[in-house]
């Protein structure tokens, strides 16, 4: 089992920055990826950026030159730069190893004026 816990969300102008962090615990050593998605009320979760750990890092193209991700199987960042209204949702983090994949309870981001 691997339990997550997501921080570092809030509110926050255009064009600010916030950086997430997701701290996991529990059996991390098979854990190959880590992952944000974020989700709006009433649309399906969406893909952010994706982590594979000692491989290479994606990015979503609607995020591209804006965020950027980072860490290990202890802790994975997603580090956001010049938000916009349109990045408001929820941001989950995820880890996957060979026997499932595990979610944390989400981190509410809100970009407003």
């Known amino acids: 089992q691997v339990q997550l816990v997501e921080s570092g969300g809030g509110l926050v102008q255009p064009g600010g920055s916030l950086t997430l962090s997701c701290a996991a615990s529990g059996r991390l050593f098979s854990i190959h990826t880590l992952a944000w998605y974020r989700q709006v009320p009433g649309e399906q979760r969406e893909f952010v950026a994706r982590?594979?750990?000692?491989?290479n890092t994606e990015m979503a193209d609607s995020v591209k030159g804006r965020f950027t991700i980072s860490g290990d199987r202890n802790t994975v960042y997603l580090y956001m730069n010049d938000l916009q209204p349109e990045d408001t949702a929820v941001y989950y983090c995820?880890?996957?190893?060979?026997?499932?994949?595990?979610w944390g309870q989400g981190t509410q981001v809100t970009v407003s004026s």
């Open positions: 982590l594979l750990i000692g491989v």
């Open positions: 995820t880890a996957v190893e060979p026997g499932g994949q595990y």
